[in-house]
């Protein structure tokens, strides 16, 4: 299992970088999911699928005769491949291509889907979006009963699943809960990380004092986004016995990189969008 320790020695998190601007898919860094599942105790089929979705808004590279070209691209990984992948090593590859010659955004398009289903150990999907079509990428915001205007005294500020509380007896509810108060810290380097989050269930009515105390929990727990949106969406799960359930988490981006993952146990019949929120 890589530990903490692993990570801190052999990610380049937190380390001075030599940026290097020719095509490098070695610098992707893999990091293993299943080490922070066995936390959770997931093990075998999980409770859940799923997608974590990176936008890319610091993507360059030159055309044959050295003019460089731009773009934003979305990555789409499953929660269920094997790896996820280290972001500074995500930056530092994208920016391998700065002075990299293509034939094409085709090909550049190429390359990335080979190298990150490469590194998260499954096929990804990527999308490209060009200069030209900048003005078609929206912005908005989660919909959702807002949990923040609740007026709590907060004392804890680690994640404590016996806070969360529902009524159990009572006759079930649909509803989605939005908070933008969710900031946890990376697990090498204890830099913050911010974000919003929109749960979506159906079962027992969760309270939504209890909820809210939860999600500020995170405030000085350190793990990596899409650690903890399993460990948002496993704990809701076991303390509350929704039936139906997702988590959705959109962080805000750092090295021109923003990771928003997705958890859910059914299906709306296609995968949530991907609307950058006024804090991305």
Known sequence: MTTTNDLAELSPLGKSSA??????PELLFPIPRQGKRDELELRGTLPFFGLDIWNAYELSWLNQRG???????KVSAPADSPNIIESKSFK??????????LDSPQALLALLKQDLSNGFGAPVQVELTLQEDFGKL????????LLDRLDLDITDYTPSPQL????????PVEEKLVSHLLKSNCLVTGQPDWGSVQIEYAGPQ???ESLLRYLIGFRE?????????ERIFVDILRQCKPQKLSVYARYTRRGGLDINPWR?????????GNLRNARQ
């Open 19 to 24: 940026y290097r601007s020719d095509y490098a």
């Open 67 to 73: 003019k460089p070209h731009v773009a934003v691209a």
């Open 92 to 101: 530092l590859y994208l920016n391998s291509f700065n002075q990299t010659k």
């Open 138 to 145: 929206k912005m908005g915001e989660f919909d959702g009963v």
């Open 164 to 171: 969360l509380k529902a009524a159990l007896d009572e006759a």
């Open 206 to 208: 969760i309270d939504q």
């Open 221 to 229: 727990h350190n793990e990596f986004h899409e650690q903890c949106v």
């Open 264 to 272: 859910s146990n059914f299906s709306t019949g296609h995968m949530p």
